[in-house]
């Protein structure tokens, strides 16, 4: 069975991305590519298995993001409250 390379357009058609979407992917190693001399093709199947591992890794790292950003707001706040309140001053100085 031959084995059916897409070029960048017609991945991005195939998977409805866009054409930037998919070079920021394959630059930054999240799917794998086949060069052909200057020409970059790419493997359906293959694609879409690294997108699947990649997008499970993707939603842990943004939760862990996202539990670090509230702990830091957290603890921003505390500190603040423990200070007192911001003083500021508005109108002419």
């Not at 897409?6 to 920021?24: D, G, H, P, W, Y």
């Not at 298995?49 to 603890?75: F, I, P, S, T, Y």
């Amino acid at each position: 069975m031959k084995q059916e390379l897409l070029t960048v357009k017609e991945l991005a058609a195939e998977l409805r991305m866009s054409v930037k979407s998919i070079q920021r992917a394959y630059r930054s190693g999240e799917i794998p590519v086949q060069w052909l001399r200057r020409m970059a093709r790419f493997d359906l199947e293959t694609v879409r298995q690294a997108m699947e591992r990649n997008g499970q890794g993707r939603v842990q790292r943004l939760k862990r993001n996202r539990e670090e950003a509230l702990r830091d707001r957290r603890h921003v706040s505390a500190a603040r409250t423990a200070q007192g309140p911001r003083l500021v001053k508005r109108g002419l100085v």
